[in-house]
């Protein structure tokens, strides 16, 4: 029978950390990969029996690169700290894996929590980040700080799962802003080369929004649709605004002395 690693990544999780350990606990080996952690997060790791890896953080990508050659065994499923693996995904992980015909990578979907209900639509149902379930060597992930993407080493397509896990992406109000004002800073290294302008960091934005609350349909999640598509809207807004900042960094240094 094929053994399936767990990876969790994580960094100051402790509060989410045990429930995304305990959701795995049908996997042959839990590794959770924490990037120096100061609030207890590895501790609880290691209280539940998690495998702990340290790993300075340079981006996702190759924070999860790391994760993968962490991983013992054939078959590897990865899980944020902020995930909850479904014992229905976890009976569907464990019929993939013993059918010698599946394929090599599966994209897992994931049902979000927000606000106090689950949200249909916003883009966020069914709500895919890279394929979850792979096969070591058949994928790694590209080196981009956040939102990475992958590389496939198979010539299989990739497969769907069917059953969904859970993700809880924010406590409250300030998650959001705080996972906003980091993402748009790690994001704008990524576009800090392209011709930017205020009036196109607003229209980026104003897309953004309009993208999730019209076309993904987030007016039918209520208010918690609207505060999805207008954290869409700060978060692309701040990422071009800080990386034009970084273009212009020179110029906006202020003056070494102000007049009165």
Known sequence: ???????????????????????????????????????????????????????????????????????????????????????????????????????????????????GKWIKHSGWYPNYRQPQLFRKGKMRYDLKPVHEGYELTSEKPVGHMQNAIWQFPFKNMAEVMHKANRYSSLGAEKIKHKKISMGSALSHGLWSFVKHYVFKLGFLDGWAGFVIALGNFEGTFYRYVKALEMQKSAEWQPPQELSR
């Open 1 to 115: 029978m094929p053994l399936v690693s767990v990876y969790i990544i994580a960094f100051n999780e402790a509060e989410k950390v045990r429930a995304t350990i305990e959701s795995a606990r049908w996997a042959d080996e839990i590794i959770v990969v924490d990037s120096h952690s100061t609030d207890g997060t590895q501790d609880i790791a290691t209280e539940m029996g998690a495998r702990i890896v340290q790993v300075d953080f340079k981006g996702f990508g190759d924070l999860r690169n790391h994760a993968i050659a962490a991983c013992t065994y054939e078959w590897i499923f990865s899980l944020d700290a902020d995930e909850r693996c479904t014992p229905e995904a976890a009976a569907e992980i464990k019929s993939i894996v013993n059918n010698p015909d599946s394929a090599d990578a599966y994209w897992t979907p994931r049902r979000n929590f927000f606000m």
